[in-house]
């Protein structure tokens, strides 16, 4: 599941020319409403065909603050409920590779085929 928590880079605030109109097209304002974070969520989720659930951050930023998760962090949550990894925060401390390993020793591999950008790096 990934969580929506408020924008790393809004276009009204800290914008990165990496999320530029020319590049991926992810611009948007820092949502001041719980619809407009739902609207953008969504907009994400269609747009890039994003096949993973959604949740949304509360405007308090409750999960935001609970987890550390600005900008950007992964854990897994086991079947208890607890956190059993924690990752670093992104975008340079994050490892998609070392949870996917992570899984792989707890639970097992799992072979996926490789994407375009897996072959690539």
């Known amino acids: 599941m990934t969580i929506y928590i408020r924008e790393a880079h809004p276009t009204d605030e800290w914008e990165m020319k990496s ?3 020319e ?4 611009c948007y304002v ?3 409403t719980i619809v407009d974070r739902v609207a953008i969520a969504n907009d994400f989720a269609k747009r890039f065909k994003y ?3 959604f949740g949304i951050d509360e405007m308090s930023n409750t999960a935001n603050d609970a987890y550390a998760a600005w900008p950007e962090r992964l854990y897994i949550i086991d079947e208890s409920g607890r956190v059993s990894y924690k990752g670093g925060n992104g ?3 994050y490892d998609p590779k070392e949870v996917r390993a ?3 020793q707890r639970y097992g591999e799992v072979k996926h085929p490789e994407s375009t ?3 690539k790096s």
């Open 19 to 21: 999320n530029a109109k």
């Open 23 to 26: 590049k991926d097209d992810v």
């Open 30 to 32: 820092q949502p001041k």
């Open 51 to 53: 096949p993973v659930p």
């Open 91 to 93: 975008p340079f401390k």
């Open 102 to 104: 992570w899984l792989a």
């Open 117 to 119: 950008a897996e072959k």
